[in-house]
T-cell receptor, first 115, second 114 residues
């Protein structure tokens, strides 16, 4: 069984400040990890994914995440927040076998960027 | 390439009715997954189809069903609608549905049950 925990359902940062969104996962097999972003009334857009290559993954719009196996974490960061980053962010886990191939999502973090 | 398309975008139904939602995957993608998104339960996996076969199913009642056609387009059906079925239904496609494949999401169908 797999699960994802996103700490903080709401995060507020000032424009230009560091963005840190936390994600911890649980998986009995080597995981694949994803971060998606959702803007109002839209579907989910992939920001980045980890598939067992480099542990530091760079994504779109200046976001990056680091896979830390010892901490079972995959936190999302961006050095400088922009107003356009305001959205809901979802961390998700999958694996290579059976039903685990499907994405299991965290509960999401709503990011607010203050001017 | 065109993205994942879903029709209709919005739907209003009454309790007891049934509904069919449609999803067209990205060209070349053979796996289609469906998810339900609600404020209370978040994003939950419904089912996945690959080459017209259902490979995985989430923990939803039998009122929720789906199918996939030979061109990879997929439909999901909900019978005997309940108020709790009001949700955003998201379709996602991927090349082969392996765990490492990126799933590309459509804009969703917003279903309101009155």
């Amino acid at each position: 069984a797999q699960s994802v925990t996103q700490l903080g359902s709401h995060v507020s940062v000032s424009e230009g400040a560091l963005v840190l969104l936390r994600c911890n996962y649980s998986s009995s097999v080597p995981p694949y990890l994803f971060w998606y972003v959702q803007y109002p009334n839209q579907g989910l857009q992939l920001l980045l994914k980890y598939t067992s290559a480099a542990t530091l993954v760079k994504g779109i719009n200046g976001f990056e995440a680091e896979f830390k196996k010892s901490e079972t974490s995959f936190h999302l960061t961006k050095p400088s927040a922009h107003m356009s980053d305001a959205a809901e962010y979802f961390c998700a886990v999958s694996a290579s076998s059976g039903s685990a191939r499907q994405l299991t999502f965290g509960s999401g973090t709503q990011l607010t960027v203050l001017p | 390439k065109a993205g994942v398309t879903q029709t209709p975008r919005y739907l209003i139904k009454t309790r007891g009715q049934q509904v069919t939602l449609s999803c067209s995957p990205i060209s070349g993608h053979r796996s289609v997954s469906w998810y339900q998104q609600t404020p209370g339960q978040g994003l939950q996996f419904l089912f996945e189809y690959f080459s017209e076969t259902q490979r995985n199913k989430g923990n939803f009642p039998g009122r929720f069903s789906g199918r996939q056609f030979s061109n990879s387009r997929s439909e999901m059906n909900v019978s005997t609608l309940e108020l709790g079925d009001s949700a955003l239904y998201l379709c996602a496609s991927s090349l082969a549905g392996t765990g490492r494949d990126t799933q590309y999401f459509g804009p969703g169908t917003r279903l309101t049950v009155l």
